[in-house]
């Protein structure tokens, strides 16, 4: 057995590029007996010895999920330590993929945003009517940090010299609008109990994750005041950190 020590992941086409680090990789002697091979799950695949001593293998085709991931001598049996692999969505899947009306990601994202918000109603009155002295505070405080970050925003605005152009003011319509919806709907969701809002909208994704493939910074800290947590994670794993991170925000 040698220990696994490090796994390094780049892409190459539809397959996921694996160098693995080990102690016993860099014994020559033991590396020339054998043949090497990687098991995903219950799929092995062939591996090789690069000249510096990293095994190199590529991922095979697999359903998204967690799969234990180690190394064998072709013959399927473990001769390192199991690890875990995870095998997630490429980034791809979500970039390209389409509003219902064919337009950018941004209003793709914003359409989403603003369906995942909308409550029916008998909601919205419920949450506005006659609300307890604890959603009262909370109230307040999801105002008061939307504030804040809107002092910042302005802030920033006064160094820019150009003129907002018309999707510009378009673009703050939307977003003063999913501001106001996003205000009441986690009231909302605060009140009901259950995940409050740590829910998941139809294609896997949460205000969190939403918010920050937006930019929305603003929606971030009020959201984690209603009890959302910063790593909560989408269907596929992802949180919104990396959401944040693969769209460039």
């Given at each position: 057995?040698f220990?696994?020590?490090?796994?390094?992941?780049?892409k190459r086409?539809?397959?996921?590029?694996?160098?693995?680090?080990?102690?016993i990789?860099?014994?020559?002697?033991?590396?020339?007996?054998?043949k090497?091979?990687?098991?995903?799950?219950e799929?092995?695949?062939?591996?090789?010895?690069?000249?510096?001593?990293t095994?190199i293998?590529?991922s095979?085709?697999?359903?998204?999920?967690?799969?234990?991931?180690?190394?064998?001598?072709?013959n399927?049996?473990?001769c390192?330590?199991?690890?875990?692999f995870e095998?997630?969505?490429?980034?791809?899947?979500?970039?390209?993929?389409p509003?219902?009306?064919?337009?950018?990601?941004?209003?793709?994202?914003?359409?989403?945003?603003?369906?995942?918000?909308?409550?029916?109603?008998?909601?919205?009155?419920?949450t506005?009517?006659?609300?307890s002295?604890e959603?009262?505070?909370?109230?307040?405080?999801?105002?008061?940090l939307m504030?804040?970050n809107d002092?910042?925003?302005?802030l920033?605005?006064?160094?820019?010299?150009?003129?907002?152009s018309?999707?510009?003011?378009h673009?703050?319509?939307?977003e003063?609008?999913?501001?106001?919806?996003?205000?009441?709907?986690?009231l909302?969701?605060?009140?009901?109990?259950g995940?409050?809002?740590?829910?998941l909208?139809?294609?896997?994704?949460?205000?969190?994750?939403?918010?920050?493939?937006l930019g929305?910074?603003?929606?971030?800290?009020?959201?984690?005041?209603?009890?959302?947590?910063?790593?909560?994670?989408d269907?596929?794993?992802?949180?919104?950190?990396?959401?944040?991170?693969i769209c460039?925000r």
């Amino acid at each position: 057995m040698f220990l696994l020590l490090a796994h390094i992941l780049t892409k190459r086409l539809h397959a996921i590029q694996i160098l693995v680090a080990g102690n016993i990789l860099n014994d020559s002697q033991i590396t020339e007996r054998c043949k090497w091979s990687c098991m995903f799950g219950e799929v092995e695949v062939p591996a090789k010895i690069l000249a510096d001593g990293t095994l190199i293998c590529y991922s095979p085709q697999h359903k998204l999920g967690r799969v234990p991931f180690y190394i064998t001598c072709s013959n399927r049996l473990a001769c390192s330590e199991v690890r875990e692999f995870e095998f997630r969505p490429t980034v791809s899947q979500y970039m390209d993929a389409p509003s219902p009306h064919g337009e950018t990601n941004k209003v793709y994202f914003q359409i989403r945003l603003d369906k995942l918000l909308s409550l029916e109603p008998d909601e919205y009155q419920a949450t506005v009517s006659n609300p307890s002295l604890e959603m009262i505070d909370l109230s307040k405080k999801i105002s008061s940090l939307m504030a804040s970050n809107d002092e910042w925003s302005n802030l920033l605005k006064l160094a820019v010299d150009n003129e907002p152009s018309t999707a510009d003011h378009h673009d703050q319509f939307v977003e003063k609008l999913i501001k106001e919806k996003l205000h009441v709907w986690l009231l909302n969701k605060v009140g009901m109990g259950g995940k409050g809002p740590s829910v998941l909208d139809d294609e896997g994704q949460g205000v969190l994750h939403l918010a920050a493939a937006l930019g929305y910074d603003w929606a971030i800290r009020p959201t984690l005041a209603a009890g959302v947590n910063i790593n909560f994670r989408d269907v596929h794993g992802w949180t919104a950190l990396h959401w944040a991170a693969i769209c460039g925000r």
